[in-house]
């Protein structure tokens, strides 16, 4: 798409993407596309605000930790702040800009504040530290509301930025309990809700100067599949980052972290099985796996180790998945993304994840966060180079319907369901409104489990339970959900699936399934308060 020049102080914003992913030529204007100034708009909120929840995650833990790199890692928190200033004063003025810069680094500081309170076991501090958190909640939605011209509305900028303090809250809690799993568990529901909060904050941004963005849209499916694959490989980069980090030190979390790196490519495989059929995601899975997420382990320990030998053998490895991968891409995009450019793309890619542990390893942190932030950064041009060039692969796939001539619609606020309730507790919250269950969610064998019916019907989905078959049927529009007492296999639509854990019956007789299982099946983010045992369950509508 030809950019005019009144586009130009919005697409600052943009980032500055690699040659090698953005080599493949533009589309036809008619053609869907996935770079529009509305989808780099919102890949470059993705970007930022996903490294700020990963840097507060690993700031926060760090200092409860006394790491050597704790500093550093809350100076690139606090750098990733000042790096969203330019785009905002661009948007919004320099005072708007400064005034942006003084809630959010505030802030970060009083993150680093509870984290320390919390590891001096001072109540105090940790009641005053929680506050500043509320404070913050309070301010910026009312901030975000303002300068957005209420196209976001205070009520759901707070919602959202509740539901994100609670989670980083979470991942902090279970990691200081030192159940490491659910922490990472939890990191990567937080993380996947950055993008969503993004596309609510770019879409808000694009209705209210529609003329800066040439009248693209944010909410496409191709520029959904760009900030899919954003999502995916920035994901893989800050666990790759810290895992490598953490088994370098030794910690504890480190082999939760490569379970959590696990969870991350079996997302991409079911990706690419959604784009290439399973073959395509088994090639992949290969590849991906071998000479580059087990290699990076081999890279730590030859480093450690000071094995020079090995650690050049690693490197070759690296080189090999770098070529073998780039030609995958470009077979598999019929060389829509050209297997050379995507080749010098991710030489670049493994060359900055080494570049950023060495410096880690050698005890030079600073470099090592600014190098790990600019590898972070980079990789956001796969989903401008590789997903632009799927869209151009398949445009059936990704083509937006025409809509028919309508009079201009009345705009539809960006809104948000909240579900509230809490162990042992028979109150439902839903967006304010409180009613009484007749049962409780509850901990069991170390997984919390909900009410399915009071859940399901709190949403406004149907439910039926066939005592027979001992077995419930939820529906909700299109979709029919079938889940079987004590049994693991649950059905989505007629097709049989596996559940980590089965459903149980309560002394009440009442159907209850696992927290985690059944909010990622039905798309909600989900954040579990272990303090007072409060799950807070959201989804945009």
């Known amino acids: 798409m030809k950019i005019t020049k009144a586009l130009a102080p919005v697409l600052t914003l943009a980032l ?3 040659a090698g992913w953005a080599a493949a030529v533009p589309a036809p204007a008619a053609a869907p596309t996935a770079v529009t100034p509305a989808a780099d708009l919102r890949a470059s909120l993705d970007h930022l605000l996903s490294e700020h929840f990963a840097l507060a995650v690993a700031a926060m833990t760090k200092a409860y930790d006394g790491s050597k790199d704790a500093a550093a890692a809350l100076k690139a928190l606090d750098q990733n702040a000042l790096d969203m200033l330019p785009a905002i004063e661009m948007l919004y003025g320099k005072a708007g800009a400064d005034e942006f810069g003084r809630i959010f680094r505030s802030h970060n500081a009083s993150t680093d504040e509870l984290a320390k309170a919390k590891k001096m076991n001072n109540a105090d501090a ?30 759901a900028a707070m919602d959202a930025l509740k539901l994100h303090e609670a989670q980083v809250q979470t991942v902090f809690d279970e990691y200081v309990q030192g159940d490491y799993a659910d922490a990472y568990k939890a990191y990567r529901e937080g993380y996947k809700t950055m993008f969503t909060i993004s596309k609510a ?35 893989h980069v800050a666990l790759s980052v810290l895992q490598m980090q953490k088994q370098f030190d030794g910690a504890k979390d480190a082999s939760a972290l490569v379970g959590a790196e696990a969870m991350n490519t079996a997302d991409w495989k079911a990706a690419i099985a959604s784009l290439y059929g399973s073959a395509g995601a088994d090639a992949f ?25 090995a650690k050049q053998a690693v490197q ?11 030609s995958f891409l470009g077979t598999a995009t019929e060389g829509k993304l050209p297997a050379a450019a995507a080749t010098e793309a991710l030489l670049k890619h493994e060359s900055q994840i080494q570049m950023a542990f060495d410096s880690y390893a050698a005890g030079n942190y600073d470099a090592a966060y600014a190098t790990d932030r600019e590898g972070f950064k980079f990789v ?33 606020e960006p809104s948000m ?38 859940l399901s019907e709190g949403i406004g989905a149907t439910v039926s339970f066939d005592g ?32 980590p854990a089965a459903p149980v019956i309560d002394k009440n007789g009442r159907t209850l399934v696992p927290l985690r299982f059944i909010a990622e099946l039905l798309d909600w983010n989900v954040a579990f308060a272990a303090k007072d045992g409060s799950i807070t369950l959201t989804r945009m509508n």
């Open 201 to 235: 904050l770019s879409g808000a941004i694009v209705k209210q100067m529609p003329d800066k963005f040439g009248g693209s849209s944010v909410d496409t499916k191709a520029a959904d599949l760009r900030s899919t694959l954003n999502r995916l490989v920035s994901e």
């Open 380 to 412: 956001f041009g796969v989903g401008q180079g590789l997903g632009d060039a799927i869209v151009r692969q398949k445009p059936s796939m990704f083509a937006e319907a025409t809509p028919a001539p309508t009079p201009t619609p009345t705009p539809v």
């Open 468 to 499: 027979k078959a001992k077995a419930v049927w939820i529906s909700a529009g299109s979709d029919k959900l079938g889940f079987w007492v004590n049994q693991k296999t649950y059905s989505v639509n007629g097709q049989s699936m596996t559940a």
């Open 285 to 309: 899975e290969k590849l991906w796996t071998g000479d580059h997420i087990n290699a990076q382990s081999d890279y730590v320990n030859a480093v450690k180790a000071g094995d020079m030998a």
């Open 16 to 18: 500055a993407i690699p």
């Open 126 to 155: 940790v009641k005053a530290a929680e506050a500043k958190v509320q404070g913050f909640v309070d301010e910026f939605s009312t901030f975000l509301a303002a300068a957005t011209a209420n196209n976001l509305p205070k009520a």
């Open 316 to 326: 070759a490895r690296f080189n090999t998945f770098s070529k073998d991968f780039g």
């Open 417 to 454: 369901t909240t579900v509230w309730m809490k162990l042992n507790s028979m109150q439902l919250n839903i967006n304010g409104g409180t009613t009484q269950m007749d049962t409780t969610p509850v901990m069991w064998n170390g997984m919390t489990y909900i009410p399915l019916r009071f």
